[in-house]
């Protein structure tokens, strides 16, 4: 029985505007998967994002949602959820917008560890604003403003929310379209700071300019570089040699960032009476 994916989808919004080939639609129906898994209340659910093509996902989906500045998604869904911790805050946003131009609000959500789910989009590139170089362009390959190969040494995003102190960070790929969702629902449920990065590669500004033949060579190099975590740990470096760990990378139960600052408002009140 096909999944009824349109119950979810906004009237008169669809065809969307993401490229053929683009894995961001994947992304969306594993988004919509997770949120009926979790059985979300749409009018309590909040989507938020910054700019970008990963950006536009929440403008399709019929909820709360956010469509912010570039860069500022992070921010924007803290806010919301101060404003009302009891809503279920969902980011959505590219690899440019969240951690170059959005890094330092994505390092400072991780570190408060706010109760809130990020999926980040990591398609190795800037794809709406031009084709640029982000922080997650592999070394050598090319862009519009690197040419002749990037320099840069790249971010690796989970790495990076582990150290800034999210409390849930999973990765999977594109073409792990039923792990997707379900590393989704359970960041949602976790009590805290829940990074989902999915890899997802841009056959247009990413993929063009570094001589993919297809968007299934494209998928085919994403299955061939995923090893699941629990595969990893019986296996070499010699074997992981550019291979990048998907499944659940890090979980650790905390004190969570709201529930802190409500206790600090009613200490504060204390005193003031």
Same mark, same amino acid.
């Given at each position: ?72 998604? #992070? ?6 959820? *101060? /404003?009302?911790? +009891?809503?279920?805050?969902? @980011?959505?946003?590219?690899? $440019? ?87 989704? #629902? ?6 805290? *700071? /829940?990074?989902? +990065?999915?890899?997802?590669? @841009?056959?247009?500004?990413? $993929? ?66």
């Amino acid at each position: 029985m096909a999944y009824d994916y349109e119950k979810s989808i906004r009237p008169g919004k669809l065809p969307h505007i993401w490229c053929p080939g683009c894995g961001h639609g994947i992304v969306m129906k594993g988004l919509i998967r997770a949120m009926d898994t979790c059985n979300l209340d749409r009018k309590m659910t909040s989507i938020v994002s910054g700019i970008g093509c990963a950006s536009r996902l929440p403008g399709y989906l019929d909820a709360c949602t956010l469509h912010t500045a570039h860069g500022r998604a #992070a921010a924007f869904a803290t806010g919301v959820k *101060m /404003a009302n911790p +009891e809503m279920t805050v969902i @980011c959505c946003g590219g690899d $440019g917008d969240g951690t170059a131009i959005g890094g330092n609000h994505f390092i400072h959500a991780c570190r408060r560890n706010i109760d809130m789910t990020y999926v980040i989009m990591n398609n190795y590139i800037y794809g709406m604003t031009g084709g640029q170089f982000s922080p997650c362009t592999p070394t050598g390959h090319l862009a519009s403003t690197t040419p002749y190969g990037n320099p840069d040494p790249v971010f690796d995003i989970s790495k990076l929310a582990i150290g800034a102190g999210a409390t849930y960070v999973a990765r999977t790929t594109a073409f792990h379209a039923t792990q997707i969702d379900k590393l989704i #629902a359970e960041g949602i449920k976790h009590k805290g *700071m /829940a990074i989902i +990065e999915v890899l997802d590669d @841009c056959p247009t500004t990413y $993929g063009r300019r570094n001589k993919f033949r297809s968007v299934v060579d494209m998928m085919k190099r994403l299955k061939d570089m995923a090893v699941p975590v629990q595969a990893a740990s019986k296996m070499t470096a010699e074997q992981l040699e550019g291979k990048i760990l998907t499944g659940v990378l890090y979980k650790e139960d905390k004190p969570e960032y709201c529930e802190q600052y409500q206790n600090v408002i009613e200490r504060a009140q204390g005193k003031a009476s």
